[in-house]
Every structure is written in structure tokens, then in C-alpha cells.
């Protein structure tokens, strides 16, 4: 059973910074795709950013040029840095394994089936 376990949330001002982990465990780690995601209060789990194992990322337009997705293999950990935070990024965040090994650093929830517990971030203006 894969187990994720995001770390590295907290409050922040805005125009902050943040770095997010996920360490995975329980299960393969190897040439599957990961995403972060996040969820508002009343509001639906968006997509942020994703990347394959090869490296190939994707984001979405409201983080591109602000978070930067990364992974290391070798410690089964994906990584968020945040910068220039605002507070409309204020979410739980929540990282993601891919159903199947792919290249494609999908966007939508139904191509992820491993799911962590999720991690606060809040940003004050």
C-alpha cells in the first residue's frame, strides 16, 4: 500500500515562501508521474503541478513562474517550492501518485489514485 506523507506547511506572509515535501512509501515510487494538488475551504481540489519521472513538468497558469515542482528518486520525494505567495494561494496541499507509469505529468484528480493527508498552507496579506 503506497503511503504519501506531505510536510512543510505553515502561515506565511504574503510574498513568502514555502517548500512543501512528500515522501513516499509502501509501494513503487519508480517511473510514475506525481502531482501536487490543492483545495480551498468550500472550493474544489484543483490542480497545481506535476511532474513525470523523467522530469517533464507541468503547472498551472496561476503558480507558473512562482512554484517550481520537483522530485528526487532515490529518496522517493517530490518537493514544492512556493515563492511569492498570495494569499489566494492560502489552501490544504495535497501531493499525488499517478494510477499507472506514464511520461505525462497529468493535470486532472481521476489520473491520481494514491492520495496523501494533505498540509496547511495559509498566506496573510
Known amino acids: 500500500q503506497v503511503q504519501l506523507v506531505e510536510s512543510g506547511g505553515g502561515l506565511v506572509q504574503a510574498g513568502g515562501s514555502l517548500r512543501l515535501s512528500c515522501a513516499a512509501s509502501?509501494?513503487?515510487?519508480?517511473?510514475?508521474?506525481m502531482g501536487w494538488f490543492r483545495q480551498a475551504p468550500e472550493k474544489e481540489r484543483q490542480f497545481v503541478t506535476a511532474?513525470?519521472?523523467?522530469?517533464?513538468?507541468r503547472y498551472a497558469d496561476s503558480v507558473k513562474g512562482r512554484f517550481t515542482i520537483s522530485r528526487d528518486n532515490a529518496k522517493n520525494t517530490v518537493y514544492l517550492e512556493m515563492n511569492s505567495l498570495k494569499p489566494e494561494d492560502t489552501a490544504v496541499y495535497f501531493c499525488?501518485?499517478?494510477?499507472?507509469?506514464?511520461?505525462?505529468?497529468?493535470?486532472?484528480?481521476?489520473?491520481?489514485?494514491?492520495w496523501g493527508q494533505g498540509t496547511q498552507v495559509t498566506v496573510s496579506s
Open positions: 511532474i513525470s519521472w523523467s522530469g517533464v513538468t
Open positions: 509502501g509501494g513503487t515510487f519508480s517511473g510514475y508521474a
Open positions: 499525488a501518485r499517478h494510477t499507472r507509469r506514464t511520461a505525462i505529468p497529468a493535470s486532472a484528480i481521476y489520473d491520481y489514485d494514491y
